[in-house]
């Protein structure tokens, strides 16, 4: 299985963006679809934002609608998701995840966290009131 690695977390005030990146080596390779998700102080782990292969499709949690955004670059094997107008609920450990392949990447599917089979180790993000 490939690797996967999240970077760019941080602390920031609220209001203010982050861009997050997940890059995923080895056999897993990136011409899969990708998931985003989080958890946050004393939460489940929840569904943030999803792409499809090739970029042209994406999904978003409605709680993080309008202010994130996810984008890939297969030539460079990495996911990112692009975090504008932050606020102190989106205090959360975020994780970059490989959709299993072979499996329909829809709505229903993408946010169910057994469908994916590597995970990256989480990257932390603080949101200041």
């Known amino acids: 299985q490939g690797q996967v690695v999240e970077s760019g977390g941080g602390l920031l005030q609220a209001g203010g963006s982050l861009r997050l990146s997940c890059t995923v080596s080895g056999r897993t390779g990136t011409t899969y679809d990708m998931g985003w998700f989080r958890q946050g102080p004393g939460k489940e782990r929840e569904f943030v934002s999803g792409?499809?292969?090739?970029?042209?499709?994406?999904y978003y949690a409605d709680a993080v609608k309008g202010r994130f955004t996810i984008s890939r670059d297969n030539t460079k094997n990495t996911v990112d998701l692009q975090m504008n107008s932050l606020k102190p609920e989106d205090t959360a450990v975020y994780y970059c995840?490989?959709?299993?392949?072979?499996?329909?990447?829809?709505?229903?599917?993408?946010?169910?966290?057994?469908?994916?089979?590597?995970w990256g180790q989480g990257t932390q993000v603080t949101v200041s009131s």
């Open positions: 995840a490989v959709f299993n392949p072979g499996l329909p990447f829809t709505i229903a599917t993408m946010t169910r966290q057994h469908e994916y089979h590597s």
């Open positions: 792409i499809n292969w090739n970029g042209a499709n994406t």
